[in-house]
T-cell receptor
Framework: NAGVMQNPRHLVRRRGQEARLRCSPM?????VYWYRQLPEEGLKFMVY????????ESGMPKERFSAEFPKEGPSILRIQQVVRGDSAAYFC???????????????FGPGTRLLVL | SQQGEEDPQALSIQEGENATMNCSYK?????LQWYRQNSGRGLVHLIL?????REKHSGRLRVTLDTSKKSSSLLITASRAADTASYFC????????????FGTGTRLQVTL
């Protein structure tokens, strides 16, 4: 049973370009969460999605960032017009059911390390 | 302090010794989880303790939770060099949908 898959593992972009990060949840999991980790810091929640629905995007920056989890295919975190401050590790996690009040364990992928030049 | 703040920030011990890390939080929680992160890698889930539990064991790990003090501790017994990693606590807050709030982590170094 494969774990949470993320690709690419490393992504280099120049300022102003777009970054697309992909996440395939564990088999049987229909809930996806995205977190961002700056160097030497803990993870910060960004967004929680179910298939075709955004449930909680309270951690998403208001501009340039968007996320989707289509009926078919992986979840995508999209960053438009990247800036150097977007450089970070972006982690995806999945759970089989809604992690209501944090009762459900979230399983993390290996992350995508974005570097903006 | 921030929600889910670990103490100490860094800990260096010798193989065979025990390592204790603490986590404090501010809000009401439904559970608290501990994760391990090796340098440059993803997070590995270690253990989840619910708000109505006081202590939980898993192998060489022992976690305690004191909701009156809003604190938790992670004890790793008989440490090994392979335990070298960063350890994070994460809280599932009461009244929120599903997000986890992570602390800043404790960097553990186990030397031979």
């Amino acid at each position: 049973n494969a774990g949470v898959m993320q690709n690419p593992r490393h992504l280099v972009r120049r300022r102003g370009q777009e970054a697309r990060l992909r996440c395939s949840p564990m088999k049987g999991h229909s809930h996806v969460y995205w977190y961002r980790q700056l160097p030497e810091e803990g993870l910060k929640f960004m967004v929680y999605l179910q298939k075709e629905n955004i449930i909680d995007e309270s951690g998403m920056p208001k501009e340039r960032f968007s996320a989707e989890f289509p009926k078919e295919g992986p979840s995508i975190l999209r960053i438009q017009q990247v800036v150097r401050g977007d450089s970070a590790a972006y982690f995806c996690a999945s759970s089989p059911r809604q992690a209501t009040r944090g009762q459900e364990t979230q399983y993390f992928g290996p992350g995508t390390r974005l570097l903006v030049l | 302090s921030q929600q889910g703040e670990e103490d100490p920030q860094a800990l260096s011990i010798q193989e065979g010794e025990n390592a204790t890390m603490n986590c404090s939080y501010k809000t009401s929680i439904n559970n608290l989880q501990w994760y391990r992160q090796n340098s440059g890698r993803g997070l590995v889930h270690l253990i989840l303790i619910r708000s109505n539990e006081r202590e939980k064991h898993s192998g060489r790990l022992r976690v305690t939770l004191d909701t009156s003090k809003k604190s938790s501790s992670l004890l790793i017994t008989a440490s090994r060099a392979a335990d070298t990693a960063s350890y994070f606590c994460a809280t599932g807050e009461a009244g929120t949908a599903s997000k986890l709030t992570f602390g800043t982590g404790t960097r553990l170094q186990v030397t031979l």
